[in-house]
């Protein structure tokens, strides 16, 4: 826990989690009005650990007026069924359905990549790895947001702070820019110390069938703070950041780096998602598929949009094919 920033106080505080990924940072505001940017998983590791630092600074869960959520992942959102009903839980639109664990999106949810995996080519035994999203809940919350908040807006008591539309990780994801200090609560759209996974999701809104591309759309918003004097990033998980343009330009590089790998296999011979999958994390793949895949169809998407590569969806199952350069 640290006291840190000149605009509004900010405080963070780190919790435990009982993801892979460890510690999860959440922030205090001291603006207007008393804020809390994300909410821990619910443990009660994570809530003790909580109530603890925020005592070292003056203030008890009751003071906690409002909560801003970064995006809807258990380990930013869990706690939040700690706090009563009059707290605000503020967040994009997108969070509503994951918040609420609403049954029939779930269902949708493992239906979605129900027909994802038989494109992929994934085989029929890593189908239950679907239902380990179910697992993951447990540490989530039932909570509805309050309000909503979109790109460019402002929140009630955290004057100066304005909200910028993220997705990428998650279709939910927002950040908060301080414009006078060039601060910003990042989420987990920079890390210092691993690259946040761009993870695959449904189209969350209905008129729209195709689903989204988190790479590109990760690479699109990282690349938005370039345009912007950020001083500093208060980040998820892990240590604050500085040299912030650095670290993006350092991202960018490393996966179009990882994608020209993944073409060099596609020169080889044409290959199935769960092919290219297998080539690129031999020995995690099945550990971890749901992560792996979404990686792999990242670097896809990326090579697609820039023309390195071409599809044939004549079958069922998709097949990635080099373009001749
Ligand atoms: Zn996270």
């Known amino acids: 826990m640290k006291q840190i920033t000149q605009g509004n106080e900010v405080f963070k505080l780190e919790l435990p989690t009982p993801f892979p990924v460890g510690d ?23 809530w003790l650990a909580f109530q603890h630092q925020l005592k070292e600074i003056g203030y008890t869960p009751q003071d906690i007026e409002q909560i801003v959520v970064t995006h809807h992942h258990p380990d930013h959102v869990g706690m939040l069924d700690h706090f009563s009903d009059e707290v605000s839980v503020i967040g994009h639109p997108f969070n509503t359905p994951w918040l609420k664990q609403d049954e029939q999106f779930i269902v949708e ?48 008591g955290l004057a100066g702070w304005s909200i910028l539309e993220t997705p990428g990780h998650a279709q939910s994801h927002i950040a908060l820019y301080e414009e006078c200090t060039g601060i910003l609560i990042g989420g987990d759209l920079l890390l210092k110390h691993i690259s946040p996974n761009p993870l695959l999701e449904p189209s969350m809104t209905k008129d729209i069938c195709e689903r989204p ?11 938005r703070l370039l345009d912007l004097p950020i001083s500093l990033v208060y980040p998820g998980h892990g240590e604050n950041i500085d040299e912030v343009h650095k670290l993006i330009v350092y991202r960018l590089k490393k996966q179009s780096e990882r994608a020209q790998l993944v073409r060099s296999f596609l020169v080889e011979k044409p290959l199935t998602v769960f092919q290219v999958c297998q080539a690129l994390f031999p020995t995690i793949y099945h550990k971890q598929l749901m992560l792996t895949i979404s990686e792999t169809v990242g670097q896809l998407d990326y090579l697609l949009e820039m023309e390195q590569i071409k599809v044939d969806t004549s079958l069922k199952t998709h097949r990635f094919i080099a373009n001749e350069c």
Do not use: H
């Open 24 to 46: 999860v940072n959440v922030y205090v505001i001291k603006g207007d009005c008393l804020t809390l940017v994300d909410a821990g998983p619910k443990t009660e590791e994570a």
């Open 109 to 156: 949810f493992a239906a979605f990549f129900e027909k994802l995996f038989i494109e992929f080519g994934v085989d029929k035994k890593f189908l239950p790895y679907i239902n380990q999203l179910k697992n993951t809940l447990d540490f989530s919350c039932k909570r509805n947001l309050k309000s909503f908040i979109r790109e460019g807006e402002e929140i009630n």
């Open 213 to 223: 591309k988190p790479q590109l759309q990760l690479n699109q918003s990282i690349s």
